[in-house]
């Protein structure tokens, strides 16, 4: 069985400090991971994956995340934090085992203040 | 314009009766997913459909119902055997069934039993 959590439900920071979102999962096989945000009543919006290749991969709005496979980790991560980047942020994961199906965390709400 | 469309956006159910929400995509994917969202969790699977004509149930498919008659639409009837069908429901695509596709998703539908 395939899993994901977050460890934090809630991350605040300053505007302009670095942020990171903490993602860690758990899969039989090979992990495909993925980033969404959520606006307040709206649908997730995809942010970036990772495949294969190289650990840290690059998205949209500035975001980047480092897979770690000996941590079983995919944090997510912005240099300078925006105000606008408040919203809610889940992990998810996927392997080949369940193909149809992604699992996702629990979700993290990042505060960003001005 | 390409996208998901959901509709309606809100809907409120009587004790006791059907409801069914839309779900429509003009991107020519295979794959689609209906999602429950509850405050405070993640996103759990209802049903996936990984080409027409065809769906398998999720983690939480009892009191739900779907078809995949088109291609393109992916409706979800919620039956008074939901016991607490008040959520958020989310319905995605992604271009294929595999583990590396990324899922666009529509803009939700909250439903509330009244």
């Known amino acids: 069985a395939q899993s994901v959590a977050q460890p934090e439900d809630q991350v605040n920071v300053a505007e302009g400090n670095p942020l990171t979102v903490k993602c860690t999962y758990s899969?039989?096989?090979?992990?495909?991971l993925f980033w969404y945000v959520q606006y307040p009543n709206r649908g997730l919006q995809f942010l970036l994956k990772y495949i294969t290749g190289d650990n840290l991969v690059k998205g949209s709005y500035g975001f980047e995340a480092e897979f770690n496979k000996s941590q079983t980790s995919f944090h997510l991560k912005k240099p300078s934090a925006l105000v606008s980047d408040s919203a809610l942020y889940f992990c998810a994961v996927r392997d080949n085992a369940n193909a149809g199906k992604s699992t996702f965390g629990d979700g993290t709400t990042l505060t960003v203040k001005p | 314009d390409g996208g998901i469309t959901q509709s309606p956006k809100y809907l409120f159910r009587k004790e006791g009766q059907n409801v069914t929400l839309s779900c429509e995509q003009n991107?020519?994917?295979?794959?689609m997913y209906w999602y429950r969202q509850d405050p405070g969790q993640g996103l759990r699977l209802i049903y996936y459909s990984q080409i027409v004509n065809d769906f398998q149930k999720g983690d939480i498919a009892e009191g739900y119902s779907v078809s995949r008659e088109k291609k393109e639409s992916f409706p979800l009837t919620v039956t008074s055997a939901q016991k607490n069908p008040t959520a958020f429901y989310l319905c995605?695509?992604?271009?294929?069934?595999?583990?590396?596709?990324?899922?666009?998703f529509g803009q939700g539908t909250r439903l509330t039993v009244v």
């Open positions: 899969v039989s096989g090979n992990p495909y």
């Open positions: 991107l020519n994917h295979d794959a």
């Open positions: 995605a695509s992604s271009i294929g069934p595999g583990p590396t596709f990324e899922a666009f």
